[in-house]
């Protein structure tokens, strides 16, 4: 461990602050300790002080009645800040770490700009003063848990879907293929489905409130369980078939059983094949308005330098929350293999090679981000891979950007 960390370096907080969870632990670590949504609540209590929350799965009747919630998914930039700050905070807490003795592994989302990640190290240094901070992207990351130095990492997320080729471990930003159409968007045409065949969502929730539920929840309150709720129902019942053909085949459809799922309420969801396969859409254009998944992948891949093509199309990592449907990644291993056939050379040679990789355990593709960054954290240290406190002070946030992983040839 290099000398400008404290002794107990190897213990570094690592945190994944996602659109719609969030994530906090030690390095070396398995799983994360601390798992909860990416909002922030807040209240006024009887003394008329304003409070805020953030475990908002134990709070009491009369707060949840109350309770405005401000969710990071729909957060605007100025907000964002101040809600990553309370959700940073909150892992710090329930860790009982002190910030000034940790230093600290922060995930950043593929997109992530240069100035983010500036006020990042601004953020945690100045308002938290850890005395050593590493900044690394999701993807590499991702790439890290799969065991892989060279990759396209696919990353479904709640709020977005994306491609990125990560090259010797360093993540090229020029190759990044992004689409708007993520989880939620997926879960909502999901629901609706089911809606349509008579039952409504509304009104539900994650634990069972019994009659007057509605009441009892504040309405952002409310909008977040029943969003967690479609999402849940999904990831549960949702499933892609393993090819176009099998897609296409009605006959294949009305021959599978319908699917069950027990809502809070007690009410039993049944789904059948129509509505279970709504997460097709990730494969097709939506009239035009989305790029499919392999699509963003051999964007990515031509982005790439041609001498790597090989070695990316061999190696695709799926990870993120909506990468867990069932049958998803046979799937674009499929789809991958039927469009490749149509590019350059580089690429439709490898049709045949084409390999599609993700966790068996859904846990493990949800947290595949923050385990990377436990495995990163606990490898030790070096000056180009962390930046301290003492540098933060002598140069500013920006150095930060020429931290981390892109400043090594990490193998």
């Known amino acids: 461990m290099a000398a400008f960390l404290p002794s107990n370096a190897l213990d570094a907080v690592v945190f994944e602050v996602g659109s719609t969870c969030t994530r906090a632990g030690f390095s070396g670590e398995e799983n994360a300790r ?39 998914i729909h957060a605007h930039y100025e ?21 000034k003795e940790f230093p600290v592994l922060l995930a950043e989302e593929a997109a992530a ?10 953020m945690l240094f100045e308002g938290f003063g850890v005395p050593a901070l590493c900044v690394a992207r999701s993807a590499e990351l991702a790439a890290i848990y799969a065991g892989r130095s060279s990759a396209v990492v696919v990353d479904m997320t709640a709020a977005s879907s994306s491609a990125v080729v ?15 159409v993520g989880g939620a968007a997926i ?10 065949g008579g039952i409504n969502f509304d009104g539900m929730t994650r634990r069972a409130q019994g009659e007057g539920s509605r009441a009892a929840l504040s309405q952002t309150l409310l909008s977040l369980r ?38 809070p309420d007690g009410r039993v969801v049944s789904v059948g094949a129509e509505q279970a396969t709504a997460p097709e859409a990730f494969f097709s254009e939506l009239a035009g308005k989305h790029k499919p998944l392999q699509v963003l992948v051999l964007e990515a891949v031509k982005c790439a330098e041609p ?25 674009l291993e499929a789809e991958l293999k039927f469009s490749a056939q149509l590019c350059a050379p580089t690429i439709s040679s ?34 180009e891979l962390w930046m301290s406190k003492r540098e933060y002070e002598e140069h500013g946030g920006a150095l930060i950007s020429r931290k981390g992983l892109q400043s090594l040839q990490f193998m």
């Open 79 to 99: 907000e964002r800040e101040e809600l990553v700050q309370r959700l940073l905070a909150h892992g710090f807490s329930a860790l009982n770490a002190n910030p």
């Open 34 to 72: 601390v798992v909860c949504a990416s909002a922030v609540g807040t209240y006024v209590d009887a003394s008329g002080e304003e409070k805020r929350a953030i475990d908002l799965d134990h709070l009491c009747a009369d707060v949840e009645r109350r309770i405005k919630v401000r969710r990071l």
């Open 307 to 331: 001498e790597l093509h090989k070695d990316l199309l061999r190696n695709v990592v799926v990870c993120g929350d909506a990468s867990c449907l069932l049958g998803l990644p046979e799937r």
């Open 226 to 263: 029943n969003d967690e709720l479609m999402r849940e129902v999904m990831e549960s019942l949702g499933r892609v078939q393993p090819s176009r053909a099998s897609s296409a085949s009605s006959a294949a459809r009305e021959a599978r059983a319908p699917l069950e799922y027990l809502l």
């Open 187 to 196: 879960a909502q045409i999901f629901c609706k489905r089911i809606a349509d």
């Open 113 to 122: 700009s240069s100035v983010s990640r500036r006020r990042s190290a601004e």
């Open 166 to 180: 990560v090259a010797d471990g360093v993540m090229q930003p020029r190759t990044l293929q992004t689409d708007k």
């Open 350 to 383: 490898q049709v045949n090679r084409i390999a599609v990789h993700a966790a068996a355990a859904v846990v493990e593709r949800k947290s595949s981000v923050w385990q990377g960054g436990s495995i990163l954290a606990s490898l030790g240290a070096s000056h």
